[in-house]
C-alpha cells in the first residue's frame, strides 16, 4: 500500500491567489492519490462566495481550514493592492502558526508550499520540520525579474522607467522600466521595499513551482536553472488552469452555440480588474465602432483598477454604467453580461476567435489552453510584463497604445480588433497560438515536460514519510 504523504499550503488572499494554488494541489493529487493538502486560507473580510462554492466542490483529500478573516479597518487604507494582500498575511501569521501545530502534532507532513505573497508562512517550516516550497502563479518571467532585481537594485541609481535601455533579465525579452511590475515603479516607496523582501526569501528556500511550462518560456527556465545563480530549484509544472463546470444552458453559451466559428471577441479583465468610468465609455464606443461581435464581461467603473480583487463587489448593476443606447445599438452585434463568465467554457468555444484581456496569468494559460490569441489590456501588478512576454516575445497578442491623457482610445481599440480579428498579423498570431496550444497539451500528458518535473519531486517527498 502506498504511503500517506501530508502536505500544507497557504494561498495568498484574494480569489485569484486562491484558484492558482488550489489547481496545483488538484493536479498533484490527480497524478498522486496518495497525496493529501491541507489548505490554510488567509482573508480580508469575511470570504467571498466565489471562493467558498471553489473550496465545496474540492475532492476529499484537499482539506481547507478558514483562519480567522483580517479586518479591512486593520490595514493601512488606500495603499497598494500588494501591500494590502501582505498586510493580511502578516496579520494572519498567527493563525497560520496555530493551525500548522494542530495539524502536525498527530501527522507527520513533509512539506510547506505558500503562495508568492504568503511567503511569510514559511519562517514556521523549519520548527515543524517541513520543507518549504513557494508556488509562483505567474510567469517564469516574472520570476526572474524576482531574482534579478536584487542584483538590479544595488547597480541603479534613478527610477528604472527612467532607464534609457530596456531592462535585460536573463533569458527574457527586454522589458522596459516603465513595463515593469508596479510595484518596482517607485523605488522609495514601501511596496518596493516588500518586493525585494519577498524576491530576497525566495532565494532561501527549497524550492519554487511556476505555473508554466518549459516550451512556453524556454529562456527564462534555462536562465533560472543556470548554475552558479544560486537560485533555489525552479519546477515548471503548468499550464494548471481550472477546467470548466457544467455551465449547459447559460444564455451567453447558448449565444455564443448562433455564432460563426472564430467571429467573436471575448473581452474581459479578470476576477479583479476595474476601469474607470471614462475608459468603459471608450472601450464600448471602440466595441461598437469596430463592427465585430462581441461579448462583454461588464464591472461597475473606479478609479482603482484593482478595486474588485480583494473585495466582494456591491451588488450594483454595472450594465447602468454603460453610454446611453449602447445596448440599443449593440443587440445585434453583442453581448454584454455583469460582472462574471464561465472564462473557461467561453474560452473553449469554437465561436470564440479573441481575447481582449488584463494579462492575469490564469487568463493568459486559460488562452493558451484553447489557442485563442489575445489584445493585452494590462492593468496592475505584473500584467505589463505579461502583456511584453505575448506581443513581443512570443507574438500571440497585439497591445493597444495607451493616449498620454491616460486612456486607450475608441480609435486605437477599433485599430487593435481588426488588426486581430481580420488582418494577416492577426492570422498569423492565431497560427502561433496553436502551436503553444500543442505544446501546453503535451507538457501535461504522462511523459510531458511539467509532469515528469512534478514526479521527480514527488519521489523526494514520498521519501521523507
Keep these: 500500500m502506498e504511503k500517506r504523504v501530508h502536505i500544507a499550503v497557504v494561498p495568498g488572499p484574494g480569489f485569484s491567489h486562491l484558484v492558482p494554488i488550489l489547481q496545483f494541489s488538484k493536479r498533484l493529487l490527480q497524478l498522486h492519490p496518495n497525496f493529501h493538502v491541507t489548505c490554510l486560507i488567509p482573508s480580508l473580510g469575511s470570504p467571498s462566495t466565489a471562493s467558498k462554492s471553489i473550496l465545496e466542490a474540492l ?29 493580511t498575511v502578516t496579520l494572519s ?3 497560520i502558526h496555530q493551525s500548522l501545530k494542530n495539524i502536525t502534532s498527530n501527522t507527520p507532513f513533509v512539506a510547506l508550499v505558500a503562495d508568492s505573497f504568503a511567503f511569510e508562512a514559511l519562517d514556521f517550516a523549519e520548527e515543524f520540520n517541513l520543507l518549504s516550497y513557494i508556488y509562483f502563479p505567474s510567469a517564469a518571467t516574472t520570476l526572474s525579474w524576482y531574482l534579478y532585481a536584487l542584483k538590479l537594485d544595488k547597480e541603479t541609481s534613478c527610477e528604472y522607467r527612467d532607464l534609457p535601455e530596456p531592462v535585460k533579465i536573463p533569458g527574457c525579452v527586454p522589458i522596459h522600466g516603465r513595463d515593469l511590475n508596479n510595484q518596482a515603479q517607485d523605488r522609495s516607496s514601501q511596496v518596493y521595499k516588500l518586493f525585494l523582501q519577498r524576491a530576497q526569501r525566495f532565494c532561501s528556500v527549497d524550492g519554487i513551482f511556476i505555473n508554466t511550462f518549459f516550451e512556453m518560456e524556454t529562456g ?10 544560486g537560485y533555489p530549484q525552479v519546477f ?68 482603482l483598477a484593482f478595486d474588485a480583487y480583494l473585495r466582494a463587489q456591491k451588488s450594483v448593476d454595472p450594465l447602468h454604467f454603460l453610454p ?25 468555444h469554437s465561436s470564440v476567435g479573441g481575447f481582449l484581456t488584463h494579462c492575469g496569468w490564469n487568463s493568459i494559460l486559460e488562452s493558451v489552453v484553447h489557442g485563442v490569441p489575445l489584445i493585452t489590456w494590462p492593468l496592475f501588478a505584473e500584467q505589463r510584463m505579461n502583456a511584453v512576454v505575448l506581443s513581443e516575445g512570443l507574438k500571440v497578442g497585439v497591445r493597444p497604445r495607451v493616449s498620454e491623457n491616460g486612456l486607450v482610445e475608441r480609435v486605437e481599440i477599433v485599430k487593435v480588433i481588426k488588426c486581430l480579428m481580420e488582418e494577416e498579423e492577426g492570422r498569423e498570431m492565431r497560427k502561433r497560438m496553436k502551436e503553444l496550444k500543442e505544446d501546453a497539451a503535451n507538457a501535461i500528458k504522462e511523459d510531458g515536460s511539467s509532469t515528469k518535473t512534478l514526479s521527480e519531486l514527488v519521489l523526494k517527498w514520498e521519501s521523507l514519510v
Design 220 to 229: 527564462p527556465m534555462r536562465a533560472l536553472k543556470e548554475e552558479g545563480r
Design 236 to 303: 515548471s509544472v503548468g499550464p494548471i488552469v481550472q477546467t470548466g463546470d457544467d455551465a449547459k444552458g447559460l444564455e451567453c453559451l447558448t449565444w455564443l452555440d448562433k455564432q460563426e466559428d472564430g467571429s467573436v471577441l471575448y473581452v474581459s479583465f479578470g476576477s479583479g480588474g476595474t476601469l474607470t468610468q471614462e475608459q468603459v465609455n471608450e472601450l464600448a464606443y471602440g466595441l461598437e465602432l469596430s463592427d465585430h461581435k462581441f461579448l462583454w464581461v461588464v464591472r461597475e467603473p473606479s478609479s
Design 324 to 348: 446611453e443606447g449602447f445596448l440599443e445599438r449593440t443587440k445585434e452585434k453583442g453581448m454584454v453580461i455583469p460582472s462574471w463568465a464561465p472564462q473557461v467554457e467561453v474560452l473553449a
Design 59 to 87: 475532492p476529499p483529500n484537499i482539506e481547507s481550514i478558514f483562519l480567522e478573516p483580517v479586518k479591512p479597518e486593520d490595514l493601512p487604507q488606500r495603499v497598494a493592492i500588494e501591500t494590502q494582500i501582505q498586510f
Design 93 to 95: 501569521l498567527p493563525s
